[in-house]
């Protein structure tokens, strides 16, 4: 990766009002020069506010945005180096695609040679040199969006910033673009802030990725540890799916930490806090075992599917509650009947993450 | 690209409905039945007719020939009525896009509640009568009206400046009677340009002027098109205001048909001048509508 070479973005304690309502409140991101930063997060937690305050449209309420060592927050939006690419692309639907692409460096005063010259790179780039001569409307889905971030690109912005650019786009393509964009910011070590809500999206593009919630930053950490080592239950619930239990803190015996579940039984767990503590404990459906004997949550199988390469179990425990299992299935292996008894136990007692309960 | 899959969507429930929609078109045509009898008789019949009377050699109507087109082309005076009823419009026009423009602009930008207030200000000209705004105007610019009496009042002039039965006066006024025509189809024109198009102009590098010029005002031409067309054709055929502000000194085409008809009694050769005014106009509309027809593909964004 080329850290270190790309232009560093800081937002410092950017807080946005709309009226009493707080669409953001006091995120801290300090992101490295060339790194790719995902903000992933539920419809309305403020992705789009958070990148409207970086591109120059809207002036926080509170809080710095800082590009390169510089803070630009007395900077418009065309004084600031930021490229943006919108979820609906927003292109000039009267400029073929050679002007639309040509038009920030026209802003720029860039002489015609070079305009064309570098017109026909970003287009070689996105690999649409052979429909320079187009109108958008006349383009696809994919293929507009690719004109959208040549035009952004073709200014060389120290920053680029993607709102939700694959939105539109089918499955297969929306791979395709996802590495494009991937190989571009690689090669041209620009510093890029994509919003998204679909987590495979931020998991698999992402250097680090910012989880938001309700206009506040639950986590920042690389995709494997926002996945492995969720900080907040938020984060737990929202990347993945996990089955949340409550309960109680206890030490067990040897001195095991325990959570004793409302419901009934016994979960061991890693944690710090305190016994007595009500928790709501996570456990991600891959990481439960089918115990044989020995210590473990019973229940019966209420239904199983095998799922292609997995086997997925949707278990009724004994107190009530519902959880879901899934493990590899092995060669002609076929799902428990319903009815089935069953013991469950987590694969490690430190796969159950355990968060104060805000229930109460 | 939203409208991909609804239509995709949409194609299996229409597919057996081919029938339905022959029928659909035919309902379509009888809907548009009463319109049709009512333009045919209150629309077609009388411009035949005044086309027929407009070939009559002779205000007696005993014979045929072309003697009223004749006369009118071939007389400087009439030519000059004309030429100044068409520049009026041009003038009036010019005008309503000048000040229309930066109002609709206003209109499109501002914040919800102050956006009903102006809507209503601009509106409300078409809710009183013609003639009681042109004796606004009168009120406004004549020798004692309210702009002499401020000049006068303020030292700025010693004798009451002449505005009223002015060209200056009559373009002003036209302009105000006429502005929602050229404000309301601009607006409409400016509110469906996606207002992400200039955010990513100004993250491009360009400033205000750059964005206005080479985005806001293409996107609009079509609401300039049109407002243009509408204008100049209310302020050509504006018979009241041009008679009452424009006073006796300038004759434009609406009065000078009245006087040929109702004064003289010369229907042919009135009848002469509104075909020569009517195709005068319908090649004016057409030169507006050649310019629209270049910046229609930009309407469908
Ligand atoms: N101009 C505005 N006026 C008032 N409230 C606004 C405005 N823009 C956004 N909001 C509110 O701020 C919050 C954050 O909005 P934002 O557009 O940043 O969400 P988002 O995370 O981008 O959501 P999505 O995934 O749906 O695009 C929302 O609750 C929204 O209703
Ligand atoms: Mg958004």
Same mark, same amino acid.
């Given at each position: 990766?080329?850290?270190?070479?790309?232009?560093?973005?800081?937002?410092?304690?950017?807080?946005?009002?709309y009226g009493t309502a707080l669409a953001v409140d006091?995120?801290?991101?300090?992101?490295?020069?060339?790194?790719?930063?995902?903000?992933?997060?539920?419809?309305?937690?403020?992705?789009?506010?958070?990148?409207?305050?970086?591109?120059?449209?809207?002036?926080?309420?509170?809080?710095?945005?800082?590009?390169?060592?510089?803070?630009?927050?007395?900077?418009?939006?065309? *004084?600031?180096?930021?490229?943006?690419?919108?979820?609906?692309?927003?292109? %000039?639907?009267?400029?073929?695609?050679?002007?639309?692409?040509?038009?920030?460096?026209?802003?720029?005063?860039?002489?015609?040679? +070079?305009?064309?010259?570098?017109?026909?790179?970003?287009?070689?780039?996105?690999?649409?040199?052979?429909?320079?001569?187009?109108?958008?409307?006349?383009?696809?889905?994919?293929?507009?969006?690719?004109?959208?971030?040549?035009?952004?690109?073709?200014?060389?912005?120290s920053i680029l910033l993607l709102d939700e650019p694959?939105?539109?786009?089918?499955?297969?393509?929306?791979?395709?673009?996802?590495?494009?964009?991937?190989?571009?910011?690689?090669?041209?070590?620009?510093?890029?802030?994509?919003?998204?809500?679909?987590? +495979? +999206?931020?998991?698999?593009?992402?250097?680090?990725?910012?989880?938001?919630?309700?206009?506040?930053?639950?986590?920042?950490?690389?995709?494997?540890?926002?996945?492995?080592?969720?900080?907040?239950?938020?984060?737990?619930?929202?990347?993945?799916?996990?089955?949340?239990?409550?309960?109680?803190?206890? !030490?067990?015996?040897?001195?095991?930490? @325990?959570?004793?579940?409302? !419901?009934?039984?016994?979960?061991?767990?890693?944690?710090?806090?305190?016994?007595?503590?009500?928790?709501?404990?996570?456990?991600?459906?891959?990481?439960?075992?089918?115990?044989?004997?020995?210590?473990?949550?019973?229940?019966?199988?209420?239904?199983?599917?095998?799922?292609?390469?997995?086997?997925?179990?949707?278990? *009724?425990?004994?107190?009530?509650?519902?959880?879901?299992?899934? +493990?590899?299935?092995?060669?002609?292996?076929?799902?428990?009947?319903?009815? !089935?008894?069953?013991?469950?136990?987590?694969?490690?007692?430190?796969?159950?993450?355990?968060?104060?309960?805000?229930r109460h | 690209m939203t409208a991909g899959p609804a239509?995709?969507?949409?194609?299996? @429930?229409?597919?057996?409905?081919?029938?339905?929609?022959?029928?659909?078109?035919?309902?379509?045509?009888?809907?548009?039945?009463?319109?049709?009898?009512?333009?045919?008789?209150?629309?077609?019949?009388?411009?035949?007719?005044?086309?027929? @009377?407009?070939?009559?050699?002779?205000?007696?109507?005993?014979?045929?020939?072309?003697?009223?087109?004749?006369?009118?082309?071939?007389?400087?005076?009439?030519?000059?009525?004309?030429?100044?009823?068409?520049?009026?419009?041009?003038?009036?026009?010019?005008?309503?896009?000048?000040?229309?423009?930066?109002?609709?602009?206003?209109? !499109?930008?501002?914040?919800?509640?102050?956006?009903?207030?102006?809507?209503?200000?601009?509106?409300?000209?078409?809710?009183?009568?013609?003639?009681?705004?042109?004796?606004?105007?009168? =009120?406004?610019?004549?020798?004692?009206?309210? =702009?002499?009496?401020?000049?006068?009042?303020?030292?700025?002039?010693?004798?009451?400046?002449?505005?009223?039965?002015?060209?200056?006066?009559?373009?002003?006024?036209?302009?105000?009677?006429?502005?929602?025509?050229?404000?309301?189809?601009?607006?409409?024109?400016?509110?469906?340009?996606?207002?992400?198009?200039?955010?990513?102009?100004?993250?491009?590098?360009?400033?205000?002027?750059?964005?206005?010029?080479?985005?806001?005002?293409?996107?609009?031409?079509?609401?300039?098109?049109?407002?243009?067309?509408?204008?100049?054709?209310?302020?050509?055929?504006? %018979?009241?205001?041009?008679?009452?502000?424009?006073?006796?000194?300038?004759?434009?085409?609406?009065?000078?048909?009245?006087?040929?008809?109702?004064?003289?009694?010369?229907?042919? %050769?009135?009848?002469?001048?509104?075909?020569?005014?009517?195709?005068?106009?319908?090649?004016? =509309?057409?030169?507006?509508?050649?310019?629209?027809?270049?910046?229609?593909?930009?309407?469908?964004?």
């Amino acid at each position: 990766m080329s850290a270190g070479a790309g232009t560093t973005l800081i937002l410092d304690g950017i807080t946005q009002r709309y009226g009493t309502a707080l669409a953001v409140d006091t995120v801290t991101l300090d992101i490295k020069g060339g790194e790719l930063v995902a903000l992933l997060g539920p419809s309305g937690c403020g992705k789009t506010t958070l990148l409207r305050a970086v591109a120059g449209f809207l002036k926080p309420t509170e809080g710095r945005v800082i590009i390169g060592g510089q803070a630009v927050d007395h900077l418009p939006p065309n *004084r600031r180096t930021v490229g943006i690419v919108f979820q609906n692309y927003a292109l %000039f639907p009267h400029m073929s695609v050679a002007d639309n692409v040509a038009y920030g460096l026209a802003a720029r005063g860039v002489g015609r040679a +070079e305009q064309k010259a570098r017109v026909a790179e970003m287009l070689a780039l996105v690999r649409l040199e052979h429909l320079a001569g187009r109108y958008p409307r006349e383009m696809s889905g994919g293929q507009q969006q690719r004109v959208a971030l040549a035009r952004a690109l073709a200014v060389r912005p120290s920053i680029l910033l993607l709102d939700e650019p694959f939105a539109a786009l089918d499955k297969n393509l929306r791979l395709d673009m996802q590495i494009e964009i991937k190989r571009i910011q690689r090669s041209a070590g620009t510093t890029t802030l994509i919003v998204t809500h679909d987590q +495979e +999206e931020a998991l698999s593009m992402a250097d680090r990725v910012a989880v938001l919630n309700a206009g506040r930053l639950e986590q920042f950490a690389p995709p494997t540890d926002v996945y492995d080592r969720p900080e907040t239950l938020f984060v737990n619930t929202f990347v993945g799916t996990a089955n949340v239990l409550h309960g109680r803190l206890a !030490t067990g015996p040897g001195g095991t930490r @325990v959570v004793a579940l409302e !419901t009934g039984g016994l979960l061991p767990t890693v944690t710090a806090l305190p016994d007595g503590t009500r928790v709501a404990a996570c456990l991600r459906p891959q990481h439960v075992a089918f115990a044989t004997g020995g210590e473990g949550l019973d229940g019966v199988v209420e239904i199983g599917l095998p799922l292609g390469a997995t086997l997925v179990h949707e278990i *009724r425990l004994d107190g009530g509650a519902r959880l879901k299992t899934a +493990e590899a299935r092995a060669a002609g292996a076929r799902p428990r009947p319903p009815g !089935t008894r069953v013991r469950l136990s987590p694969t490690a007692p430190e796969r159950v993450s355990v968060f104060p309960d805000s229930r109460h | 690209m939203t409208a991909g899959p609804a239509m995709a969507t949409a194609g299996p @429930v229409a597919a057996p409905g081919r029938p339905v929609r022959a029928w659909t078109a035919a309902y379509d045509i009888r809907l548009a039945l009463p319109l049709g009898a009512f333009f045919l008789v209150f629309f077609l019949a009388p411009l035949a007719l005044l086309l027929l @009377v407009s070939f009559y050699a002779d205000p007696g109507m005993t014979r045929f020939g072309l003697d009223q087109y004749a006369r009118f082309l071939l007389d400087p005076f009439s030519l000059r009525v004309l030429g100044a009823t068409l520049w009026l419009g041009v003038e009036v026009t010019a005008l309503t896009l000048l000040l229309g423009l930066p109002l609709a602009l206003l209109l !499109t930008w501002a914040p919800g509640r102050l956006r009903g207030l102006l809507t209503l200000i601009v509106l409300l000209p078409l809710l009183t009568s013609v003639v009681v705004r042109t004796f606004a105007w009168i =009120v406004i610019l004549g020798r004692q009206g309210i =702009v002499n009496a401020a000049l006068l009042g303020l030292g700025l002039t010693d004798t009451p400046l002449k505005l009223l039965y002015t060209e200056g006066g009559l373009v002003l006024a036209l302009a105000q009677v006429q502005m929602p025509l050229m404000v309301l189809p601009l607006v409409t024109a400016l509110s469906r340009i996606d207002p992400n198009l200039a955010d990513a102009s100004a993250a491009l590098g360009a400033g205000a002027w750059r964005t206005f010029l080479r985005v806001t005002l293409p996107l609009c031409l079509p609401g300039i098109v049109a407002g243009c067309l509408l204008t100049f054709a209310a302020a050509i055929t504006a %018979f009241i205001t041009q008679s009452l502000i424009g006073g006796g000194q300038m004759l434009f085409m609406p009065m000078y048909l009245y006087q040929q008809a109702s004064s003289l009694n010369n229907w042919p %050769f009135a009848a002469a001048i509104a075909i020569v005014f009517l195709v005068a106009v319908l090649a004016c =509309v057409t030169l507006l509508n050649l310019v629209g027809r270049l910046s229609r593909g930009y309407a469908q964004a």
